[in-house]
């Protein structure tokens, strides 16, 4: 049991939230109390404007300034929602440069949220826009069945290269056709799992919980946006030369010693898999 120093009533320790840094490894106030006083704080307009002031160098005269400019609305002009005080998804939130401190302008807490959780990156934000206008949910799905099937036994590390080659692939045919993903996965003799009805692959499918095939869909959106690297140094083309049967692999993609043709090179070998660019 522990007493709260503010409220002063002894209540049991989970109760509280746990701090190292103190003696008896939790905080001296209790759960409720800190609530409570985080929500006076928040509300207190004199607590919010001495906050933006000290972190921003914004003053309440600025913040009405700056609401006039965006007419009440939010920065993001695609938004278009209406600014308010309240701490909902139209709540007020000061938007700065990260690095510089500059206030940027007023945007509404969820658009502010949203540029937090990508890390105020261009990239990941350009990164995922593209992945939302050039692929979708069937994409997706296939993408991780074709990953599961090629790769399922060949470890992480395995998986996220056949992902990495799935990519590569679909944006070296992204100016040929209109759905690259999708093409690249089901042309024939691209990945013989998903187009071939001769290959032991093709009619397999993961039974519910299966762990390699939740992998294979975690990975999908981060390799697609870049947030994931490429483990396969940019290939196109990989294979199990131990197994390997196909005469055209060997004389234009691997060579007869394995170390890649002129045109592809081997370019990363990761588990029994050998990749060619």
Same mark, same amino acid.
């Given at each position: 049991m522990l007493k709260c120093s503010r409220c002063?009533?002894?209540?049991?320790?989970?109760?509280? +939230?746990?701090? $190292?840094?103190?003696? %008896?490894?939790? +905080?001296?106030?209790?759960?409720?109390?800190?609530?409570?006083?985080?929500?006076?704080?928040?509300?207190s307009g004199k607590s919010r404007d001495?906050?933006?002031?000290?972190?921003?160098?914004?003053?309440?005269e600025d913040i009405n300034r700056l609401l006039?400019?965006?007419?009440?609305?939010?920065?993001?002009?695609?938004?278009? $929602?209406?600014? %308010?005080l309240g701490r909902g998804r139209n709540g007020l939130t000061v938007d700065h440069d990260p690095i510089t401190k500059k206030v940027r302008g007023l945007l509404c807490r969820s658009c502010n949220t949203a540029l937090g959780q990508l890390d105020d990156n261009p990239e990941k934000i350009r990164g995922l826009l593209e992945y939302m206008l050039n692929y979708n949910d069937n994409d997706i799905?296939?993408?991780?069945?074709? *990953?599961? $099937?090629?790769?399922?036994?060949?470890?992480?590390?395995?998986?996220?290269?056949?992902?990495?080659? *799935?990519?590569?692939?679909?944006?070296?045919?992204?100016?040929?056709?209109?759905?690259?993903? /999708?093409?690249? *996965?089901y042309q024939k003799d691209q990945f013989s799992s998903m187009s071939v009805s001769t290959d032991p692959e093709y009619t397999l499918m993961p039974k519910d919980g299966d762990p390699q095939y939740a992998y294979a869909i975690s990975i999908c959106v981060p390799v697609l946006t870049g947030q994931l690297p490429d483990n396969t140094n940019g290939a196109l083309y990989y294979g199990y030369l131990a197994a390997c049967t196909s005469g055209w692999f060997s004389a234009?993609?691997?060579?007869?010693?394995?170390?890649? %043709?002129?045109? /592809?090179?081997?370019?990363? %070998? *990761?588990?029994?898999?050998?990749?060619?660019?």
């Open positions: 002063k009533v002894w209540k049991k320790e989970s109760e509280f +939230h746990k701090n $190292r840094a103190a003696k %008896t490894g939790y +905080h001296n106030w209790c759960k409720d109390c800190n609530t409570k006083t985080n929500k006076q704080r928040y509300d001495s906050q933006r002031l000290r972190m921003y160098g914004v003053t309440p006039l400019e965006q007419m009440g609305l939010c920065a993001n002009v695609r938004c278009g $929602r209406v600014l %308010t799905s296939s993408m991780s069945l074709c *990953i599961w $099937r090629e790769a399922r036994g060949e470890g992480q590390n395995g998986m996220l290269a056949v992902a990495n080659v *799935i990519k590569n692939r679909a944006n070296a045919w992204e100016t040929k056709v209109s759905s690259p993903l /999708h093409n690249v *996965i234009n993609i691997s060579g007869p010693d394995g170390k890649g %043709t002129e045109a /592809h090179p081997l370019v990363a %070998t *990761i588990g029994r898999q050998s990749f060619y660019k």
